[in-house]
């Protein structure tokens, strides 16, 4: 399998997985950070590596259009959850 075959393959469970997240983020449930694949972090590693990985430009766009649609997904999810204002200041000392 080609490099740029493979950086294809990858960009396509990313963008699987980021409509998976949009779809959790949109549904009004709190997605949990303790997990690595539920963090902006993880898939913005895994997308920055095919980018430097790979020269193929059209794959390159098509990554920064997934790294765009992740920032969306998260902005989305990060919102503060309504509640108790102590359990929702707890959440956010951890992940700072």
Do not use: C
């Amino acid at each position: 399998m080609s490099a740029d075959h493979y950086a294809h393959e990858e960009l396509v469970h990313i963008g699987r997985m980021i409509a998976e997240l949009a779809r959790v983020a949109t549904s009004g449930r709190r997605m949990p950070a303790h997990h690595a694949v539920l963090r902006p972090e993880y898939w913005r590693r895994r997308i920055d590596a095919l980018i430097d990985a790979t020269a193929n430009e059209p794959l390159r766009r098509d990554a920064a259009a997934l790294r765009e649609r992740l920032v969306k997904v998260f902005a989305v999810s990060t919102r503060p959850v309504t509640g108790d204002g102590a359990q929702a200041a707890r959440e956010t000392s951890r992940e700072a």
